[in-house]
């Protein structure tokens, strides 16, 4: 939780903004890539995909662990990482997009 003070006047005013989603790790799909292509985060930490193109992608775990639906411009898809190891995944669309997440203590 982030805390940002406003000055009114005379008075000072705290307001707190939960800002979890926009802390969360990130990989942005952006012509038919991952970016960045491997990202590693520790066990409990939510990982947040963003599709930039004009192309639908979906995002499937090769171990099947995890998946996504069809996601189409700005749509997102998260999933929390809960065990260690490393997770490889690909657009179900567009197969030769691939990724790797890396979960380590």
Not at 37 to 53: L, Q, R, Y
Not at 57 to 80: C, L, P, R, V, W
Not at 86 to 105: A, I, N, Q, R, W
């Amino acid at each position: 939780m982030k805390l940002f003070a406003f000055a009114f006047g005379a008075a000072l005013t705290a307001l707190a903004i939960d800002a979890s989603a926009s802390d969360a790790p990130s990989v942005e799909i952006l012509k038919f890539a991952f970016a960045p292509k491997e990202i590693t985060v520790t066990p409990g930490t939510k990982v947040i995909w963003t599709n930039h193109d004009e192309t639908p992608h979906q995002i499937n775990a090769t171990d099947k662990s995890f998946g996504s639906k069809a996601m189409d411009t700005n749509d997102h898809f998260e999933y929390t990482f809960t065990s260690e190891g490393d997770f490889s995944y690909f657009c179900t669309l567009h197969p030769f997009m691939t990724g790797v997440v890396h979960v380590h203590k």
